[in-house]
């Protein structure tokens, strides 16, 4: 959708009809979209939830992202892109914000310049990472939690310089150097720089593959981060994703999740995802207390698309640690499952 300003509204502020013009011409080459969502999650040990990326707060309604994209259209030449984020996932993940304060509620994941010439583009500035096959955006996530694997071993936006190669219609190839190789902060911790390179791949328009991987220096320890997202398309109906995540930060810890996943259509307006995964944490020198060495993790999410702008997703979750690592309400002592349902609500626009 195309972003307006109306003439009168600018001589309303004095502005000349030259000026007016020009801040309506420049407003017609931006395109806007978003969405907004909100959720409700109940979990069955009475606490908040432990080890999620966004679904924190339990028993509690909550909003979950008021996101704005503002992008110039695509094509040759230069272009720039801005995200701005509000609601609860803006205080949860803290690395789209600058300052990495874990309590505002107001971030700015995504702030770029690009330059586009046929098969070559380059984008410079906070963008998003290509590793994972689930996504930050919930319009755009297949279910309502996000894996094990996304907050422990996943950087969610990079501050740097990617370039992209089109070689062909199936492959494109990927460099970048960015500032953190751990999560992804906008600060940069220290004068060495994460070295980004990846490939993806299109088989044919029923299998896709793609790898990417993040070395560099953080503390100075080497960090590496390898990904691998493989999606197929059984038929019209049925599809299956993998994606698998090697975190590795030296004499430290190294950090192995495995995700499938199996979408079924069920109706014109009903659709079922299946989610099964696990997370296995190595460290050196030994496990440290009350921490767990492996999560095991079964997710089984509806989608309702009464509209095309409108979504609800019906989640049932279960996490199985090794450990017991999840606190109880009323007393009880931990335990290692934490077993949550939940329903999230998705406005989207101009997308």
Not at 227 to 237: H, K, L, P, R, Y
Request: negative net charge.
């Amino acid at each position: 959708m195309k972003l307006k300003l109306f003439v009168a509204a600018a001589a309303a502020f004095g502005c000349t009809s030259a000026s007016a013009a020009t801040l309506a011409e420049l407003a017609s080459n931006v395109e806007a979209s978003g969405w907004v969502s909100g959720s409700y999650i109940y979990n069955f040990n009475g606490v908040d939830n432990v080890g999620r990326a966004t679904d924190i707060e339990s028993n509690s309604f909550t909003l979950n992202q008021a996101v704005l994209n503002l992008v110039t259209p695509a094509g040759d030449g230069f272009g720039a892109g801005v995200q701005l984020l509000a609601g609860n996932d803006a205080k949860t993940i803290v690395n789209p914000s600058y300052g990495e304060n874990a309590g505002d509620s107001f971030s700015l994941p995504e702030a770029y310049v690009t330059y586009t010439s046929g098969a070559l583009s380059v984008k410079a500035g906070r963008y998003g990472t290509l590793a994972g096959y689930e996504v930050l955006s919930d319009a755009a996530n297949p279910l309502l939690s996000r894996s094990l694997q996304f907050p422990a071993a996943e950087p969610y936006f990079h501050t740097g310089v990617r370039v992209a190669y089109a070689a062909s219609d199936a492959a494109t190839l990927y460099l970048g150097v960015n500032n953190s190789a751990v999560g992804g902060f906008a600060e940069d911790p220290d004068d060495q720089k994460t070295v980004e390179a990846g490939v993806s791949l299109k088989a044919s328009d029923a299998v896709s593959l793609a790898v990417y991987d993040y070395y560099g220096i953080d503390g100075e320890l080497q960090t590496n981060f390898l990904d691998v997202v493989g999606s197929f398309t059984i038929s019209e109906s049925f599809s299956l994703g993998l994606n698998v995540d090697w975190f590795s930060v030296e004499d430290t810890v190294d950090v192995v999740g495995v995700a499938g996943y199996a979408t079924m259509a069920l109706a014109p307006q009903w659709s079922a995802t299946l989610r099964l995964e696990s997370l296995n944490y190595d460290f050196d020198g030994g496990t440290p207390p009350g921490v767990a060495e492996t999560i095991n993790a079964a997710t089984i999410a509806l989608g309702y698309t009464p509209a095309s702008d409108f979504r609800l997703l019906f989640e049932a979750r279960v996490d199985d640690a090794d450990e017991d690592v999840y606190a109880r309400s009323g007393g009880k002592g931990p335990t290692g499952t934490q077993p949550t349902v939940g329903v999230k609500a998705i406005y989207s626009f101009g997308l």
